[in-house]
């Protein structure tokens, strides 16, 4: 019995790696899952500023996490040669102008920390804050995503 537990653990942690080997080989698989995750962070906090989902400052102050800690690395998923493949929606632009698509990433994650450092109380602040953030994150999207 501890045999197959081990070659099933095994097998589990190969998997793994070879998970992690792929996506550190494909910068464009780690990148749409970081905009996923920040998507739906952006999601989490809309639903609250809008009166779908109850406040709940744990879900504001984890949403806000995520798009501060994403957007500290995701910039370094585009190094050159990365233009195509698996499916991009990257826009030729930001290897044209990767000064300014880093720029945006990091104003992203400093709206995000000056958000989570005075955490809206209540649906109202959510909604005010998502103001800056949303006006970022479409700025970066219209200039540097391709549209599908």
């Given at each position: ?5 081990i ?20 910068p464009q ?29 744990e879900?504001?102050k ?15 998923q585009?190094?050159a ?23 945006k ?19 109202a ?24």
């Amino acid at each position: 019995m501890k045999l197959k537990t081990i070659a099933v653990a095994a097998a589990v942690l190969a998997a793994l790696g070879a998970s992690a080997v792929v996506a550190a080989e494909e910068p464009q698989v780690a990148r749409q899952q970081m905009m996923k995750k920040v998507g739906g962070a952006m999601g989490a906090l809309a639903g609250i500023a809008k009166g779908e989902k109850p406040y709940d400052a744990e879900i504001v102050k984890a949403s806000l996490a995520t798009m501060s800690d994403v957007s500290k690395t995701f910039a370094d998923q585009f190094p050159a040669g990365t233009e195509t493949g698996a499916e991009t929606e990257a826009s030729p632009k930001i290897w044209e102008s990767m000064d300014d698509f880093k720029a945006k990433t990091a104003q992203l994650g400093k709206e995000a920390e000056t958000v989570l450092a005075s955490l809206p109380g209540d649906q109202a602040g959510v909604a005010a804050a998502l103001g800056p953030i949303g006006k970022n994150c479409a700025s970066c999207h219209e200039t540097y995503r391709l549209k599908k």
